[in-house]
């Protein structure tokens, strides 16, 4: 902790005592202009009430009324992916729909340690139409069938997020192809496996991924096409893939399809439109599938959460094998909402790919809607942080005082715009300064990240509840809901129940609120596992005319029918003197400190606390060993038992500053040298920790721990 000058602190008594006096003078003209009492009674409006119940189960429905679009698809039948498109095309014609920028340059630029990183300059953003990516779609889909393929052939999409990702699987569905997605980062062995089950003769790919398929080719007998989608800059080579196997640009496929009279296949409500493996915590992925019907439902319930602006604009970054980035990016084509693509590694100025100087994607598309993870929030935050850290004590103290003073205001009901438009502005600019609302979804959010993003970027963080089995869509939170760590109440497009688990000790009698294994049951919900009956027959069943499925999350419904997450069946570990650990809700609050890269906590259920296994961050390492003194610099070197013991204490402090239970708090730790990343195996594709794995390969570890 710095510590204030005189002269500072002086300064800083005199700023709350302006602050004071301009509160008490402007507060009634805030109070008749905002009238805050109308936003409070918008926040704690009912959201869902509960249906039935019974002695081991209680069934909430959300109060939402349908909207306009929502009722027009029922009415006109509308029932299809390959019919929304067509619907959005007619709508939306000559509005922009898809936009990429434009590769200037590659260059390399010298760092001043002397490495060297390969820099983008990239132009404007280059749009094509809806009307353009509808004929773009026609195109692909005729190739594909010029190419031999037949309807309800699975075809599988490998790539990252691209708008020839998205206009690709749309030509698929025109020609009642199922897209089969999978996951750019997954492990060799879980692409042969998708590849292999599905039986597909054709994959699409893009150039940056292709050389993985010389190893995989040889696994994927059935494979005898490759559609590449090009890099802008680097010449495609096609040699290496064998004799048996056709490789093909993506743009020769457009120009086979536009010279093509094949017509067409309409799909209908219950064919398949999505075979989606998830990236899975245990053993080889799994295939979901996901009717027309099961898609354009989800999409719905989405419509009744908020409304759409004629200026709004979306970023697109997450991967479109991930089911909440494929149903949004849907939803904001259904909305003639432009869809902006992205990368991480290209999104603000700071990025690493931009070239220093030259504008990230988010300063030149200026997006007004993103769809996030909370990995990438927390590392927003983070980064955010150590910026108001590392900088003159002053300034944090300003900008905590200014946090306080928003986030005191705000729960009051009321908007804060001088501190919005003032200390919050830069921050706000770095993506660009227009943000409408960010969407969060994929794992919980911690609180902590939560309200300091909302409150630093001056707009809701909303979280939302859904898995691919139900094709994302369960909970989500509206624009007016103020909670922290909650998810929202549930879509009108499916039934939300709590059903006890004795077991783990969650009770729908439970007080003040019900609290049980979430089960949601809609037109939503996925058809099954594909080619897994025995697993599709243990999650999901058929009850009451809906198709269930079972998510093993255990939930909590507040009075006024928000959905509260607040633990997983699995993660749950029971310790020697009966108290209860959840592993993944201490991870997720442990991973706030900044010392914390990655971490996993494991508890023994024979011993009294839990241990963790914990990837430092560099930076915060190196300071916390020069503050005590200790000159190391590497990693390696770093990862010693001294400074475990340092760690451990930063750690513990943290843990009960979030208000973790001694118990939950760790009480040995291990400091591990390695990344973890879906390719070393430890995480999952979408960065879910796999515990086997980490739990084996640290055994030792955790061996010495408990000693
Ligand atoms: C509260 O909700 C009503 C109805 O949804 C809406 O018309 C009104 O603008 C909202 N008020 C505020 C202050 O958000
Ligand atoms: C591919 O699938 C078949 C069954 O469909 C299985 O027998 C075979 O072992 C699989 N091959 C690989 C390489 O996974
Ligand atoms: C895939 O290959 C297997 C044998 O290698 C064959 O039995 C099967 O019919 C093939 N599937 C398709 C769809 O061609
Ligand atoms: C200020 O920021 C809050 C979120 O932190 C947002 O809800 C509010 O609309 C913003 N107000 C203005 C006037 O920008």
Redesign the pocket.
Same mark, same amino acid.
């Given at each position: 902790m710095t510590s204030l000058k005189p002269m500072e602190s002086a300064l800083l008594l005199f700023i709350r005592c302006v602050l004071s006096i301009y509160t008490f003078i402007t507060w009634p003209i805030y109070y008749i202009i905002q009238k805050p009492w109308n936003v409070k009674a918008n926040r704690s409006k009912l959201r869902a009430v509960s249906l039935t119940s019974g002695d081991d189960f209680i069934l909430y429905r959300s109060v939402t009324e349908i909207r306009d679009v929502h009722a027009r698809f029922l009415q006109d039948k509308i029932d299809t992916m390959e019919k929304v498109f067509r619907f959005a095309v007619r709508q939306h014609g000559q509005k922009s729909a898809l936009g990429t920028r434009e590769i200037l340059a590659e260059e390399d630029e010298m760092q001043p340690n002397g490495r060297v990183f390969k820099k983008f300059l990239l132009g404007q953003f280059q749009w094509r139409t809806f009307t353009q990516t509808d004929s773009e779609a026609e195109s692909f889909g005729r190739g594909l069938r010029e190419l031999g393929l037949k309807p309800r &052939?699975n075809v599988v999409v490998f790539a990252e997020t691209r708008a020839e990702w998205l206009i690709s699987a749309n030509g698929c569905m025109k020609q009642n192809m199922p897209i089969v997605t999978l996951y750019a980062t997954l492990g060799d062995d879980a692409i042969i496996h998708g590849i292999n089950e599905t &039986?597909v003769?054709c994959v699409i790919t893009s150039q940056e991924l292709l050389p993985k398929f010389k190893n995989i080719l040889p696994c994927t007998?059935?494979v005898s096409l490759l559609i590449v989608m090009e890099d802008p800059l680097k010449p495609l080579d096609l040699n290496g893939y064998g004799d048996t196997v056709g490789v093909l640009p993506y743009k020769e496929v457009i120009r086979l399809g536009d010279f093509s009279s094949k017509s067409g296949l309409i799909p209908k409500p219950d064919d398949t439109a999505i075979i989606m493996y998830t990236s899975g915590s245990t053993g080889s992925p799994k295939g979901v599938i996901m009717s027309h019907q099961n898609v354009v439902n989800a999409m719905l319930g989405y419509t009744s959460v908020t409304t759409f602006y004629e200026n709004d604009v979306y970023m697109a970054y997450l991967p479109l094998a991930h089911v909440l980035e494929l149903i949004s990016e849907s939803i904001w084509m259904l909305y003639g909402i432009p869809i902006g693509y992205s990368t991480p590694l290209t999104m603000t100025d700071k990025s690493s790919k931009i070239k220093r100087g030259s504008q990230g994607d988010a300063s030149v598309l200026r997006p007004t809607i993103i769809a996030s993870v909370p990995l990438v929030l927390d590392r927003i935050h983070k980064s955010i942080q150590e910026k108001i850290e590392g900088g003159p004590a002053i300034t944090k103290m300003l900008f905590n005082l200014a946090m306080e003073y928003k986030n005191e205001w705000t729960d009051r009901g009321y908007e804060t715009p001088i501190i919005n438009s003032t200390l919050f502005k830069p921050i706000r600019a770095l993506l660009g300064g227009r943000l409408r609302f960010v969407l969060s979804g994929g794992a919980p959010l911690a609180p902590e990240t939560h309200k300091s993003l909302k409150t630093t970027l001056c707009c809701p963080v909303l979280q939302g509840y859904g898995l691919t089995e139900t094709c994302a869509a369960t909970t989500v939170m509206d624009l007016d809901d103020n909670s922290l760590g909650m998810t929202g109440g549930p879509l009108t497009c499916c039934d939300v129940k709590l059903v006890s688990w004795e077991e783990g000790n969650y009770r729908i009698k439970d007080w003040p609120n019900p609290r049980g294994e979430i089960h949601i049951g809609g037109s939503n919900v996925a058809v099954g596992y594909y080619k897994q009956p025995e697993k599709t027959k243990e999650e999901f069943y058929d009850e009451n005319g809906r198709h269930w499925f079972r998510t093993g999350d255990i939930g909590e419904f507040s009075q006024e029918g928000f959905l509260q997450i607040i633990d997983r069946k699995k993660d749950l570990v029971k310790l020697q003197y009966g108290e209860y650990v959840s592993l993944g809700k201490v991870e997720s609050e442990l991973k706030i400190s900044p010392l914390v890269d990655n971490i996993c906590i494991y508890a023994d259920p024979t011993k009294l606390f839990p241990v963790a296994l914990l990837v430092p961050n560099l930076d915060h390492l190196k300071n916390l060993a020069e503050k005590n003194g200790i000159e190391m610099s590497t990693l390696e070197e770093l990862c010693n038992p001294q400074m475990e013991k340092l760690v451990l204490v930063e750690l513990q402090k943290h843990g009960a500053k979030c208000r973790l239970q001694k118990f939950e708090i760790p009480q040995a730790l291990t400091l591990v040298p390695d990344i973890w990343t879906p390719d070393s195996g430890h995480v999952t594709a979408a960065f879910k920790l796999r515990r086997k794995v980490v739990q084996d390969r640290y055994k030792a570890a955790i061996d010495r721990m408990y000693s």
């Open positions: &052939e &039986e003769s007998p059935n």
